[in-house]
């Protein structure tokens, strides 16, 4: 009986929801992610004379020399600035200059860079948001999108049969209650220059009050 009550458990166990301590550890178990080396940070740096600081990187990564410059704001990848008219921005997301700056981190995939920066200026619960810039080079031609902002990170983009998804996250709430009770991510992806929502939804639940960062997701 102790035996048949072990097989009856193994799948119930095997049903048991997840817990994370962090968005990126749960953005490091999704398939087919586009970006699976740790990120880089830029350096911060300013020349004799001028009072705009500079913030840059520049190395090997995805295979090929690799130059991330910021200036004001301004994004400038291998010599080339990135037009912010060529940024297709989310519903209810802007393209701003005041997005990148001190704290930036770049990604780098073949064929794709993405940065992600919180601005400093960010306080309260705008910390939980973080502007993700997308960037498609393809020789000369660059394409870039700025994605959903909340608990956002470049960890998060999959590339999935050539077609690029990634997640909104969005409060869960309650019916009655003020603080929200969990988080759900609704996957979409881009299509030509177009987001698509897509048809999956996963749903986390907040395991400490007060604390959005420590959660559980449960299984699809």
């Known amino acids: ?5 072990a097989l009856l458990l ?27 080396d740790k990120g880089t940070d830029l350096q911060t740096y300013s020349l004799e004379g001028d009072d705009v600081a500079r913030h840059e990187w520049h190395g090997m990564a995805a295979g ?22 060529l940024v297709k921005a989310f519903p209810d997301e802007v393209v701003s200059h005041s997005d990148l700056g001190f704290g930036t981190t770049v990604y780098f995939s073949k064929g ?9 200026s960010a306080s ?3 910390v ?10 393809s020789g000369k031609q660059q394409q870039g999108w700025k994605l959903p902002s909340l608990f956002a ?34 996957g ?18 907040f395991v400490e009050a007060g604390n959005v960062y420590k959660f559980s997701v449960e299984p699809n």
Not at 65 to 83: A, C, E, H, S
Not at 188 to 205: E, M, P
């Open 10 to 36: 193994v799948p119930a166990m095997g049903q048991a929801a997840t817990l994370f301590d962090g968005y990126e550890a749960y953005y490091e178990t999704l398939p087919n992610r586009l970006f699976r």
């Open 64 to 85: 090929r020399q690799q130059r991330i410059d910021v200036r004001d704001g301004q994004l400038k990848i291998n010599g080339q600035v990135l037009n912010p008219k």
């Open 124 to 126: 309260g619960t705008a």
């Open 188 to 205: 979409y992806a881009i299509q030509g220059n177009k987001f698509v929502a897509l048809r999956n939804l996963r749903s986390s639940t």
């Open 153 to 186: 990170s470049c960890t998060a983009i999959r590339l999935q049969k050539g077609q690029v998804q990634f997640d909104k996250v969005t409060y869960r709430y309650l019916d009655g209650q003020d603080e929200p009770q969990g988080a759900m991510f609704e």
């Open 1 to 5: 009986m102790k035996f048949l009550a």
């Open 128 to 137: 939980r948001h973080k502007a993700v810039y997308l960037i498609k080079q």
């Open 112 to 120: 794709w860079v993405c940065v992600e920066n919180t601005p400093a």
